[in-house]
Every structure is written in C-alpha cells, then in structure tokens.
C-alpha cells in the first residue's frame, strides 16, 4: 500500500456534489422506510411467536414453509438456527388474531400432521414429564401396589429420568436412546412404545411477544440510537470543536439511513439484533472518523493561518492508506460472517458489510465535507476556506509596499 502514503488527492474539490448526492439518497431511503413502510417489522417489534424446533434429521426449509403457508402462516419467517447438523430450525410468525397464547400449537399441529407424527399416539418428544407419567401411570406395566398417589410418584420418577435424556440431546431419534434411560425397565419401555411414538421434530423453546411489548422495544431502539448520536456529537463537541462534533454526526446519520434504506430494500428482518449492528455500526463510524479529525486537528496545531480546506485535505491524504486498510479488513470479516455465519446472522451481517463500505465513504466524503461547511456558514470565518488568509496576506504585502 505504499502507492496511498503519498498521495495528493483533492478530497474536497467536489465536495458538494458528494454531499448532495448522498443527502438525495439518505431522503429516498428514509422515505423507503418511514413513509412507504419498506421496513421489515420482526416480531421483537410487531409482537408475534418464535419457537425453535430441533429435527431428527435435515431439515427442508422450503418444505417447511410450504406446511406452514397451507395452514395460513405464509408469513411465517424460518431460518437455520444453531451449528452445522444439529437441525435446528427457528420460526417466527407474526401475532395470530384471537389468539393470545400465540401460533405454537398452530405451528405444531401443522407440521405434526405433514409428518404424520406418532400416527395419533403422544408424540415423546413433544409431551412433558406430566404426560409421561400419566400414560405410564394409565397401563403401570410395572406392575406397582399401592395407593394411586404411590403409583403416580413411581411413575413420575421414571419420566423424569426420560426427560432428562431427552434434554441432553434435545430430541429422541430411536427407541434404542430410551431403552438407555436410568432406571426404565423393559416393560416400562414397552409400556411407552404401546401408548406413544417417536416423532420426527421437538420444540426446544417457545417465547411469545405481545403488540405492547414490541412496542415499548421498537421505542426504546429507536431512542438507543438517538442516543448514541447525540451523545457522539457531545463528546467529540467537548473532545474537539463543535464543527468536529456536526461532521461525526452527519456521517453517522448518513451511514444509518443508506445502510437502513438498503436493508429495507433486501426485505430482511428488522428486529433487536438489528438494533445492535447499528449501534455497532455508529460506533465503527465515529471511530474511523474521530481519527481523521484527530489528525486535522494534529495539523491546525503545526500548521497554524493555514486555511482549513488545505488542512483537511492533507490529513485525508495522510490517512488514506490506514482508512482503507482498516475498513477492507473489516469488510472481510464481516463478508466472512454474512457467508457462513447462518441465516439468523445475515441481516446483522449485511449491516456491518454495506455499513463499512458507506462509513469508509462518509469519513472521507461527508465528515469532513460538513465540518467545513459548518465553519464556512457559521465559524468565526478565521479558517474558512483561504480565501480570507489570501486577502489578508494581500492587505499585509500592500502595507509593507507602502
């Protein structure tokens, strides 16, 4: 990269085309999102059910999206969950009216019926303690004596141990695993294969969201954000100058809303993890930021009356070659993870990739760009843009000559 260590590019000759053309994309992708309702509302936002399955073999996704769709959940949204072979599969499917436990049972049913799971029988894999007990309490083929409440302790001891294994794997994908169960006696275990089946999927975990939830989350995210932004432009107000603070925060916002207008665009999930990446997306673009002003500012300090225009332009040029390389390394890392870091990361992973391109862009095209407008409209006009260190070196020569 020792080509970018000498360069001497002039960073603001256009800098008002660049800043104009991205204020028209920033206003499109806005209008995409906040007036046209582009955005993708996930369930931590709009309320809704998500239940995580885990199946004993791979699962089809577009097969399970069809079942799904037949039983009128077509805008259920199913992603893999978890590592490579494990078969997990995550599900997410907005608030089902008259509903107020959710689309679980909805979901289950569905796919229960496509499987033909347990051919009617109970399915072991997706009754709980209770249920194993009382099947085997039903038939006691163990034979016990006693009163019911003896019969039903025995019982629930057993199917206790049979959850137990159940949860160390998640799911039982043969009788061969429930015969290994501590303390299931043989008639026990054919006690269990007479009144209930093994099943081809088991629920790990089933979480529900109300509309007033997500609500109160989709406020508190937005006011995250907001947060982040108004305190970066204090921070760096009190850190550098105020002008410093008004181009972090525009190349901050800038890089928000394209990066939003684009993941709108692409229909991805809009949700909680969302939120994080452009928090972490902020916080990447006020750093690669902070260090090229910090370097403006270096160079004000050696180079004083030089106009702010020439300054900023040699500090861009000075540190071209580490922008670049830091947000290509970045970049990397973040394609990395959007091509094989799952589907449930790809929509934060996308962020992070198209946010880098846009934040290495804005610290170089809107940052400083903005700084300078600021101090050319409302600075003290002591470093505008030269035009003022000419005329008064030019009123000093005239003096001297006279």
Do not use: C
């Not at 589907?343 to 862009?361: E, L, N, P, Q, S």
Request: charged share 15%; glycine share 10%; hydrophobic share 45%.
């Amino acid at each position: 990269m020792d080509f970018l260590r000498n360069t001497n590019i002039d960073f603001m000759k256009y800098r008002k085309f660049w800043i104009s053309f991205s204020f028209v994309v920033m206003v499109v992708g806005a209008i995409a999102v906040f007036f046209l309702g582009k955005l993708n509302m996930g369930i931590d936002f709009v309320g809704g059910t998500q239940l995580t399955l885990k199946f004993a073999s791979e699962p089809n996704v577009a097969e399970l999206r069809d079942i799904l769709g037949r039983a009128g959940l077509k805008e259920s949204q199913i992603q893999r969950f978890g590592k490579p072979g494990e078969n997990e599969i995550l599900v997410r499917t907005p608030i089902v009216e008259g509903s107020e436990e959710g689309a679980a049972t909805q979901i289950l049913a569905a796919l229960s019926q496509h499987y033909n799971q347990a051919d009617g029988s109970a399915d072991l894999n997706q009754i709980g303690t209770g249920s194993i007990a009382q099947l085997l309490a039903a038939s006691n083929p163990d034979g016990v004596v006693g009163e019911p409440e003896a019969i039903s302790a025995h019982y629930t001891a057993v199917a206790e141990s049979v959850m137990a294994v159940r949860k160390q794997s998640a799911i039982f994908k043969s009788w061969d695993e429930v015969a290994a169960v501590p303390g299931l006696t043989g008639k026990s275990l054919a006690g269990l294969k007479s009144s209930a089946a093994i099943g081809k999927f088991s629920p790990l975990a089933t979480e529900n969201v109300g509309p007033q939830v997500g609500k109160e989350l989709r406020q508190r995210g937005f006011l995250a954000v907001i947060g982040a932004l108004i305190g970066m432009l204090v921070y760096i107000w009190i850190r550098f100058e105020l002008l410093f603070g008004i181009g972090a925060t525009m190349a901050s916002l800038h890089d928000v809303l394209i990066t939003l207008g684009l993941y709108a665009f692409m229909g991805y999930e809009f949700n909680l993890t969302t939120i994080a990446a452009f928090l972490t997306l902020i916080g990447y673009s006020v750093n690669d930021t902070v260090v090229t002003f910090d370097r403006v500012r270096e160079n004000m300090s050696k180079h004083r009356g030089r106009n702010l225009l020439k300054i900023i332009n040699d500090s861009q040029n000075q540190m071209l070659s580490r922008t670049l390389l830091t947000g290509g390394t970045t970049l990397f890392a973040s394609l990395m993870l959007f091509l094989f870091g799952g589907d449930v990361i790809h929509g934060f992973a996308f962020i992070m990739f198209v946010g880098i391109i846009v934040g290495t862009y804005s610290s170089i095209y809107i940052a400083s760009p903005f700084a300078l407008l600021w101090e050319e409209y409302f600075g003290s006009g002591r470093r505008k843009n030269g035009k003022d260190d000419a005329k008064s070196a030019g009123r000093a020569a005239a003096s001297k000559a006279h």
